[in-house]
């Protein structure tokens, strides 16, 4: 049986494995024309790092300022009720454990010193 519960595992030897060149994800479906001219721009020394591609990032932020308006229409938000509520529960809950650390840690401490003077 091999990794893979659909086949098969397949073995290989190094020797046989081809290491190509890593890419971003962003860069496989170029047309042959704009990789030609990357190809031709890095030779030449003149290739520019990916944050200094300036081309289309307003178009880019426009789409995703978009997207995160769309997702915030869709979030549920607390009415003030909700909020008062729902603070005032966690506000006791701390208080009342506060008090039981508290308490726990007073009676440790007496046992604590019970037995050691």
């Known amino acids: ?3 893979n519960p659909t086949g098969r595992a397949i ?4 020797r046989n494995v081809k290491v190509r060149k890593w890419r ?3 860069e496989f479906n170029k047309p042959p024309a ?3 001219k990357d190809q031709a721009l890095a030779l030449t020394g ?6 200094l591609k300036l081309g289309g990032w307003y178009a880019k932020s426009r789409v995703f300022l978009a997207d ?4 915030f229409k869709k979030v549920s938000w607390p009415n003030r009720r909700q909020v008062i509520t729902e603070t005032a529960v966690v506000l006791l809950v701390v208080t009342i454990l506060t008090f039981l ?7 440790f401490t007496y046992f604590a010193n019970l ?3």
Do not use: A
């Open 1 to 3: 049986m091999g990794s």
């Open 11 to 14: 073995f290989f030897s190094p």
């Open 24 to 26: 971003p994800l962003n």
């Open 34 to 36: 704009e990789e030609e």
């Open 46 to 51: 003149f290739s520019l790092p990916g944050w």
């Open 68 to 71: 995160v308006n769309s997702e």
């Open 101 to 107: 650390v508290l308490f726990l840690d007073r009676v």
């Open 115 to 117: 037995v050691l003077v």
